[in-house]
């Protein structure tokens, strides 16, 4: 089986940058798609961006896109979320997560989770 946990979150200012890892232990991460997904305090989890594995394509929801970038590292079985030009609204536990199939941002397709990492954009 396979185990991820995030790391990297912390408390940055509107318009400050952070990047947030996923690493992977087990089985190797190259057979996964692997999801990013955050939730705000009151709010349902949402997806935020995903990372194929067969060519590392990548998507993201519109609220991130030309701001946050996902990456995969298949040397070090990880997967990075390159986060810049942070607002307040990007506030929330981030979850990175593993799919065994194709991309999607619907939480219930993905299997293994890891615990997550707070990430507090505030000023």
């Known amino acids: 089986q396979v185990h991820v946990a995030e790391s990297g979150g912390g408390l940055v200012q509107p318009g400050g940058s952070l990047r947030l890892s996923c690493s992977g232990s087990?089985?190797?991460?190259?057979?996964?798609?692997i999801g990013w997904f955050r939730q705000a305090p009151g709010k349902q989890r949402e997806g935020v961006a995903c990372?194929?594995?067969?060519?590392?394509?990548?998507f993201y929801k519109d609220f991130v896109k030309g701001r946050f970038t996902i990456s995969r590292e298949r040397g070090k079985n990880k997967v990075y979320l390159e986060m810049k030009n942070l607002k307040p609204e990007d506030t929330g536990v981030y979850h990175c997560a593993t799919e065994f199939g194709v991309c999607s941002y619907n939480p219930h397709e993905f299997d293994n989770w890891g615990k997550g990492t707070q990430v507090t954009v505030s000023s």
């Open positions: 087990g089985r190797s991460l190259d057979y996964y798609a």
């Open positions: 990372i194929s594995s067969s060519d590392d394509s990548t």
